[in-house]
């Protein structure tokens, strides 16, 4: 093997390592996204369980013939 060659497979190689570092990276990102999105969800179904048990439905009827 010349090396031209190997020079080749070393750069080659340096992408490849580039690649699955910036993946993994946005993986990561993803991921995070993803929890802070869920966190958000579940804090505004929180919220709403908490307004409805702050203000109940009211007994008073109203019958109104027009």
Known sequence: MDT???AAMSMSLSQM????????A????VMDLQQ???EQM???ADAVD????????????LDVLV
């Open 4 to 6: 031209y060659g190997i």
């Open 17 to 24: 390592k580039l690649a699955q570092s910036v993946d993994l």
């Open 26 to 29: 946005m993986m990561r990102k």
């Open 36 to 38: 802070q999105s869920v």
């Open 42 to 44: 579940l804090n505004m």
């Open 50 to 61: 908490t307004a409805a048990a702050v203000a109940p439905p009211s007994e008073h009827l």
